[in-house]
């Protein structure tokens, strides 16, 4: 059903009034993690003052350390709906828990999967029952036929909005965080009819390789961009190495209207 021969046109996935798949390519823009309503209403309104159409949040943390800042949970949640509310931006954040899917359906316009959890098949029956779009990141170790398998789980279970995100994977690199693999937006514009956007941030880990990378993306094709903005990345609670400005955000979205003209 992921494939393209199950379907030869693209398929456009909408979330509210931005549609991803079309031929306007729809910038993702937030913090990591939702820390509090003066952090994500400050980056919300200046990220959609530099164009981005969607709000990004996280209120549940899948950290590496279980010592880490794990997420407000449900304040979280409600921060993020309140703060998309204000600005008009659709929301979009992560579920990591089965128990949790109905709940933030309730409160996101997306709901995202995380690279941890892209072969979390129990999570990915749930999502497929909902009726809210799904943004699938690349697990950190999956091949494109098992990322595409796991799009298969949502699809064949009912929910067709499905948006796929590469999020880089882990190489023998250690100077990045990941490896973004810019390969996969042609490739699975070949292999399959569903859009592809890109998370430079994940990605690279260093917010100097976000906009190079993000600019690369466009020019490779990607129908959108997922990108982490924080107000004050050196006080973040989570990735501020890897967060832009809102100012150097508004510098890189005037150079991405240049490269979008041209591909
Ligand atoms: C995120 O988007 O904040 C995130 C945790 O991403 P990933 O699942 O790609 O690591
Ligand atoms: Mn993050």
């Not at 316009?109 to 990141?137: C, H, S, T, W, Y």
Request: proline share 5%.
């Amino acid at each position: 059903l992921a494939s393209r021969e199950f379907r030869r046109e693209d398929t456009q996935v909408a979330v509210k009034n931005v549609i991803f798949g079309a031929k306007e390519i729809p910038v993702i823009a937030g913090p990591c993690a939702v820390e509090s309503y003066e952090q994500l209403h400050q980056t919300a309104i200046a990220v959609k003052q530099a164009g981005a159409r969607m709000l990004r949040g996280g209120a549940y943390k899948p950290r590496t350390s279980p010592y880490s800042f794990q997420g407000l949970e449900k304040e979280g949640l409600e921060i993020l709906q309140a703060v998309g509310r204000e600005t008009g931006l659709p929301v979009i954040t992560e579920v990591t828990d089965t128990r949790a899917v109905e709940l933030v359906a309730d409160y996101a316009d997306m709901l995202q999967i995380g690279a941890r959890n892209m072969q979390n098949f129990a999570l990915l029956k749930e999502v497929a029952q909902i009726k809210k779009p799904v943004l699938l990141k690349r697990g950190v170790s999956a091949t494109v036929e098992e990322w595409l398998m796991a799009a298969e789980y949502i699809m064949v279970g009912g929910n067709e909005a499905v948006v796929l995100c590469e999020r880089g994977i882990r190489s023998f690199e250690t100077y990045t965080r990941n490896t973004l693999d810019l390969s996969v937006v042609p490739l699975i514009k070949h292999l399959s009819h569903f859009p592809i956007i890109v998370d430079p941030s994940h990605g690279t880990g260093k917010w100097r390789l976000v906009g190079p990378m993000a600019k690369a993306a466009v020019a490779a094709g990607a129908d959108g961009l997922l990108i982490e903005v924080h107000p004050w990345p050196e006080d973040a609670l989570s990735d501020g190495p890897q967060s832009l400005t809102p100012a150097n955000f508004n510098q890189l979205m005037q150079e991405l209207a240049d490269i979008a003209q041209a591909v």
